[in-house]
């Protein structure tokens, strides 16, 4: 499995953009499909998108769709979410996740490795 470790959260005002990274170790990272989930607190982790193994396929969830994009560099096994038009109900703890095998890149569990999270906090 890979390790998976994202960065690039913070603070930002209503209306501003973030970009976080994610970037795996110690495995084969173009085999895997990757996503973003994100949970806020007192709520349940949610889909946020994700990024066939390719990069040829995308998915979002309808609350970021158009504010937010997804991209993956293989050679640099990193992924990315380029967060834009920055509200502050996509405040929350953002997750970095791999799926070797799945279905529905949606579903949590058809993935197979975490990150630890980093916070993201769009103040009004």
Known sequence: QVQLVESGGGLVQTGGSLRL???ASGGTFSSYAMGWFRQAAG???EFVAAISWSGASTYFADSVKGRFTISRDNAENSVYLQMNSLKPEDTAVYYCAAAYTSWDLREEDEYDSWGQGTQVTVSS
Do not use: N
Request: charged share 50%.
């Open 21 to 23: 990274s994610c970037t």
């Open 43 to 45: 709520k349940d982790r």
